[in-house]
């Protein structure tokens, strides 16, 4: 197993806070890892580190072995690194498939390639079909992402992650906000698509359950910290974890 | 030396005539998030009104000294009616939309505003020289000041040590002043937003025409003076930042002394000077010169 | 290249306008002309409305367009329209690649405001101007179309005639742009920019690009505007035009492109039939006009038109 994501000596402060400190990281291919730690244990600082939205104090992050770490986040996402957001980042005037579709006409252009980007897309085309079968979102095709259900929301907010082929995928909160009956179908849902396309995931999350299910790898953060690391059962397991970040959460 | 003294006079004279008119404007921004270009046009109304009360006043053949007292009163008129007719009338029902789109409806209220002003005053300049030769002037060192121009200067020190302490020293300054950190917060704090609103706009109102009136004895007043100063006072506001009360006076200060500058050396720049400086600004500052950072969160 | 109804539609009226172009009243064709121009440069607001930005400062370019077609002119001896327009559309285009690196960072009220600055820059560059006139500008004639000189009633017809054509031509492009994978990036980028970033786009390099092309139709427009009109002082860019084009922009709403030309042509009769009956209050009425807009039509005229979504 190689390493696809690799964070060496990251460090992040703001001001006296320090959000990250010392934090090393070396994600293996396919695999699915899950953050968990109280509220500003710095779960989101790594993933606004490795998705280029906070530059690291001190440290590198590298991705297939190529040193990101002083990419802008359109950059980082070009290579193959995408997210989504604890509060939904949608286009809210726009419908569901034409949400998508931002996200194929991007990808249709690479970004750059002003030709490309010049094609017509009068038809939303297949790309976006896709997508909204795989999110089972066929039924709101039509519907104004800004008048959605939370939990379609959400959806939609990872879609739009998958929609420019990620081959890492961070979801920061995937279930925050969705019903508890939701989220192990969201979860599924997820999952199937990222299985189906080969992509790695990180994602923050502070249900257990869904962590326990869901990962076969757990980072324990504290205070910036790593303070536990390896299979889910061993780390949600391990007395420091149990004191200070499921302890103050049950 | 006595030119760079006439130059500093001129300098102080004119910062003092665009800081009285800017405060008001960055006031109501600060507090309403509105940019209001309707600002120039109760500026006009004030200059308007205060040549007609003026002129009636002397016609009637009493004091002259008077005309001060109708100047006051115009501008007193103007923002009293005109202030709490646009807020309550019109701006209550559209502080849901978009800080552009209300530009833009303070634009439409500029129109309307300035062919109001045709209708009532005709569309030929009005004079009215009285109040400005009435004081004569003072010689200092050899150079004749005029005593108008010193009056000028003290309303706008007042205004601003008024305006300072009302927000620093008492309590509805302080409501105000929460109101323009956090609308809503305030708001769940149960201040009175609404009329936080209201009194705002008014006081801005009686601001823009008390520039108005203490400027119509120093010009011609005609239709288009409204949208010569309000562009100015825009500079004036977005030099020192939006809603910044000491960015305003710095931005008034700043305005008044590259225009003065320019007029006496080097007149061909004089408009080009003050928009530069205004683009430079927010070029280097993009939020003006007294601006807070901002972090967006993710 | 298969074309869409609207890019169909742009032509055939074109095509109409210019044909019944002969037989129409004089003050018809003045008024297509002039609202036509207004219309062009009101695209370029349109495409910057879409990407969520208003600029208080486009008079800059239309002025700067009709300046460079009356300097080909004046200096030059080159009164050539397709030159003037040609010129007038470069130098525009030139102007707003350079200040479009500073703008493309600024939104909201910063972006009007400096575009604002940048324009009052050049009115007060023109008003002490003297060899350009000063505050009283000049007369532009163009002599020639594409090299054939033309006067007296054909070069009314040809100005005529241009007008109508450059319209459609930049309504037909930039209506293909709309519908192309960068074009739908405007209203992206309008809703939510970080998205857009974190998709791969650049949003910055998308907004120059809009800045550039919505300079380029007010260079175009104000070019054709020297030509038509046959004169050219600093008013073009003082605020209150550049307020005038976001007027049109706001009433016209940024549906489709035929909505700025309907809108420019709206704002033209309001104008003209005012004007002519009341010159007092013609403003007034434009005024309200734009309040029943804001408050009644969010979506300007152009919603009239469009059905509404199924829920």
Do not use: K
């Given at each position: 197993m190689t390493a696809i994501l690799v964070a060496a000596g990251l460090n992040k402060s703001f001001g006296a806070v320090?959000?990250?400190?010392d934090i090393n990281i070396a994600v293996e291919r396919d695999s699915v890892v899950g953050l968990i730690g109280?509220?500003?244990?710095g779960k989101t600082t790594f993933i606004n580190m490795v998705t280029g939205y906070l530059k690291p104090t001190t440290g590198t992050i590298s991705f297939e072995g190529r040193?990101?770490?002083?990419?802008?986040p359109r950059q980082i996402t070009r290579l193959g690194i995408c997210r989504s957001f604890q509060i939904p980042q949608l286009f809210n005037s726009m419908s569901v498939a034409e949400n998508l579709l931002v996200g194929v006409g991007i990808m249709a252009s690479a970004g750059s390639d002003w030709i490309a980007a010049g094609r017509q897309t009068g038809n939303p085309g297949e790309a976006v079909d896709a997508i909204l079968d795989q999110f089972n979102l066929g039924g709101y095709r039509d519907r104004q992402a800004g008048l959605l259900p939370e939990g379609t929301r959400k959806l939609l907010d990872i879609a739009l992650a998958m929609v420019v082929q990620p081959r890492i995928l961070l979801l920061d909160?995937?279930?925050?906000?969705?019903?508890a009956d939701e989220k192990f179908e969201l979860m599924d849902m997820v999952m199937k698509a990222v299985r189906e396309t080969g992509v790695t995931v990180l994602f923050v999350e502070h249900d257990m359950e869904i962590v326990e299910r869901y990962t076969d790898r757990v980072l324990a953060f504290y205070e910036g910290r790593i303070i536990a690391d390896g299979a889910p059962a061993t780390v949600l397991d391990a007395a420091e974890v149990r004191r200070y970040i499921i302890g103050e959460q049950r | 030396m006595n030119q760079l003294l006439v130059v500093v006079f001129d300098a102080l004279t004119y910062s003092a005539w665009l800081f009285i008119i800017a405060v008001g404007l960055t006031l109501i921004y600060g507090v309403m998030k509105i940019l209001n270009i309707a600002h120039g046009s109760l500026y006009a109304l004030g200059a308007f009104s205060a040549v007609s009360l003026s002129s009636w006043w002397l016609a009637h053949g009493y004091?002259?000294?008077?005309t001060y007292a109708m100047l006051a009163l115009a501008a007193l008129l103007v923002g009293l009616i005109a202030g709490p007719l646009i807020e309550r009338g019109l701006l209550q029902f559209l502080y849901e939309k978009d800080e552009v789109v209300l530009v833009l409806v303070t634009y439409a209220l500029f129109l309307i505003l300035e062919d109001l002003m045709k209708l009532v005053w005709g569309v030929d300049p009005l004079l009215l020289y009285e109040p400005y030769q009435l004081l004569g002037s003072i010689e200092i060192g050899g150079i004749g000041y005029q005593s108008f121009d010193l009056v000028l200067i003290a309303v706008a020190v007042l205004v601003g040590i008024g305006l300072a302490w009302v927000l620093n020293r008492t309590r509805s300054g302080k409501l105000l002043k929460a109101v323009i950190h956090d609308r809503e917060m305030s708001a769940a704090l149960g201040i009175n937003v609404k009329f936080t609103y209201f009194l705002t706009f008014t006081v801005g109102a009686i601001l823009a025409a008390v520039g108005g009136a203490l400027t119509a004895p120093k010009i011609s007043v005609v239709t288009g003076i409204g949208a010569e100063v309000i562009v100015l006072a825009f500079a004036v506001v977005v030099i020192g930042g939006l809603g910044s009360m000491g960015g305003a006076a710095l931005g008034a200060i700043i305005v008044g002394l590259v225009r003065t500058i320019a007029v006496h050396?080097?007149?061909?720049v004089e408009v080009f000077s003050i928009y530069f400086v205004m683009a430079v600004v927010l070029i280097v500052r993009p939020k003006g010169l007294f601006s807070g950072a901002e972090v967006r969160r993710i | 290249m298969k074309l869409d109804r609207t890019s169909v539609a742009l032509l055939a009226v074109g095509a109409v306008l210019i044909a019944v172009g002969p037989v129409l009243p004089k003050w018809g064709v003045s008024l297509l002309n002039v609202s036509l121009c207004y219309g062009i440069v009101v695209l370029g607001m349109m495409l910057m409305m879409r990407t969520g930005l208003v600029s208080f400062g486009h008079g800059l370019y239309y002025c700067i367009g009709a300046y460079a077609g009356g300097l080909l002119d004046h200096y030059l001896k080159l009164p050539d329209m397709l030159l003037m327009v040609a010129g007038g559309a470069l130098s525009a285009a030139v102007v707003a690649t350079i200040l479009g690196f500073l703008l493309a960072k600024y939104r909201d009220i910063f972006f009007a405001m400096l575009s604002l600055a940048f324009s009052m820059i050049l009115y007060g560059l023109l008003t002490k101007s003297a060899s350009l006139g000063s505050t009283d500008g000049f007369n532009v004639a163009a002599k020639s179309i594409a090299g054939v000189a033309v006067n007296g009633e054909g070069r009314q017809f040809a100005a005529y005639a241009l007008t109508v054509a450059l319209a459609a031509v930049c309504a037909l492009l930039l209506n293909l742009y709309l519908r192309s994978h960068r074009g739908r990036l405007a209203e992206a980028i309008r809703d939510n920019e970080l998205r857009v970033e974190y998709m791969g786009a650049s949003v910055r390099n998308i907004v120059h690009l809009h800045y550039i092309m919505a300079a380029t139709f007010a260079g175009i427009g104000g070019a054709m505007m020297s030509i038509n009109i046959g004169h050219i002082d600093p008013e073009m860019t003082y605020w209150p035009q550049s307020g005038e084009f976001v007027f049109i922009g706001i009433l016209s709403g940024t549906g489709s492109v035929f909505a700025p030309m309907l809108g420019a042509l709206l704002f033209e009769t309001i104008r003209s039939f005012a004007y002519e009956y009341s010159p007092n209050t013609w403003q007034m009425v434009l005024g309200i006009t734009m309040l029943i807009v804001i408050v009644f039509l969010p979506g300007g005229l152009w919603s009239l038109f469009r059905q509404r979504r199924a829920p």
């Open positions: 320090t959000a990250a400190n109280s509220n500003g244990a040193d990101i770490t002083a990419l802008a909160e995937p279930t925050s906000g969705v019903s | 004091p002259p000294m008077g050396y080097l007149p061909e | -």
